[in-house]
């Protein structure tokens, strides 16, 4: 459903013009009566590019009451808010995240940095602004595209320095530039800007002429950017970026410099205890000759030792009968290890129409399938391949053949990583046989990290699962 269609909702015609008026480019999801402050009201639900979601409250009358969309930000009573609540940046700062002319090797290495080691946000300055500060150059622009649909498609924020260490220091030409990158972003809500250097007051007050709904780190701005710890709860919020402490900062934001001893550092900070006490497998449910070739079991058919939840602190699967049993309102589990190269085997069973997955080499935050990857579990017997059937490299890379079984019934899966060179055997048969170092997309992933069996909504459970280093 799109703008136009609006009126087909049965909605009254001020809230149909409201629509019409507010959506852009968003596609209605879902509109709902409700009560807002005491009053008749409209929740509506809709979804724009790279699956970003926009809701708003509107009166009977029209009135637009409240617009939030995914992942953006704002300063509400001297708190940073993402959507409605409240945020606190934790990350490494990686300025050449931004430099369109390492795209996309740097940019997406930065963000498979910060994934790894648990970052909420990509920190980069800007580059490839024109000599003057009037616009970009074609291949920033391009760059710049790609790079907002990939953060909103990974639902990860942005912190963009307008003006890095080798920023021109021509006052004429850095107004030129703020109100070009104002201009340019002024719709992208996801994003926090950070004006630095002894003009920064005055060119964050042009910043905001332009895009007053965008938040900025400056001097007389909505944040300010220090280089210390403060003493003090500070009066606004405050982002430090300075020296690493001795423990993860409480309620402070901060961001971290990109180096090998601060990503180790974070990692740490970021670890859950029971990593620190890796679980000794049971392997009485191998064959002997799975435990001669080296296997190891990854689940010991009783309990759910060795796995942890990826979200809300629940597990999202229950050990019963001899299975890992996806239960309702859970979500997906991780392995406590990480893995770089393996051969992983195991067995599934899915409904019909059902979806899961196998994500491997997955990070601490974001979007496991876009830092690590993503074998697709579908239930869809008898469909003819895609990027998101079963055995795919997830919207990425089709399989050979869809091998799946009927619904209900038990499929065998090994997956065998070993540097750049992934296979896939489902069912006996080869879905994937690849190196990843001849996709531009998938070269610069994560060679090392946790598995993942994702839950999306439907009833799928997983046995025999067991894994043999290489």
Known sequence: MNVCQAAELNLPPAV?????????????RSAVETVYEGKTAYLVTAQGRTERRLRMTIGENGELWKKVYECQFSVIDNRLMREESPFRIASIYTPEAGDDQTAPKTFIESISKISYAGGNLLAFDLYGLNPDG???????????????????????????????????????????????VADYFKKENEFLFWIDGPDAASLAKAFKKIAPDLV????????EVVDAYPNEAPEKPVIVIGPTPSQKPANLHFLLKDTPENLKIFDQWNADPEEQNPVKPD????SEQERQEGFVSLFD????????????GRLGFIAKDGLLQRTPGGGSIRTVERFD??????????????????????????????????????GDYGDKPSKSSTGSIYYEIPPQVNANKPAGEWNSMEITCNGLRVKVILNGQTAQDLNFD?????????RDGFII??????????????????
């Open 16 to 28: 149909r013009n409201a629509l019409d008026r507010e959506l852009d480019n968003y596609r209605v």
């Open 438 to 446: 001849d996709y531009d997309e998938l070269k610069y992933r994560l």
């Open 134 to 180: 009037k616009g970009f150059s074609k291949e920033a622009d391009a760059f710049y595209q790609k790079m907002i649909d990939r953060l909103l498609y990974m639902k990860l924020n942005g912190f963009c320095r307008v003006f890095g260490a080798a920023a021109s220091k021509d006052s004429a030409m850095r107004l030129n530039a703020i109100r070009t």
């Open 283 to 286: 392997n009485s449910l191998l």
């Open 301 to 312: 058919g009783a309990t759910t030792k060795g796995w942890l939840p990826l979200s809300n």
């Open 341 to 378: 190269n393996f051969v992983l085997r195991l067995e599934y069973r899915i409904v019909q129409n059902g979806n899961s997955g196998v994500q491997v080499h997955c990070p601490r935050s974001n979007r496991a399938s876009k830092v690590g990857f993503e074998v697709q579990i579908m």
């Open 216 to 223: 900025v780190a400056a001097p007389g701005g909505d944040i």
């Open 453 to 470: 069996l994702t839950d999306h909504g439907a009833d799928v459970s997983y046995r025999n699962i067991r894994i043999k280093k290489l």
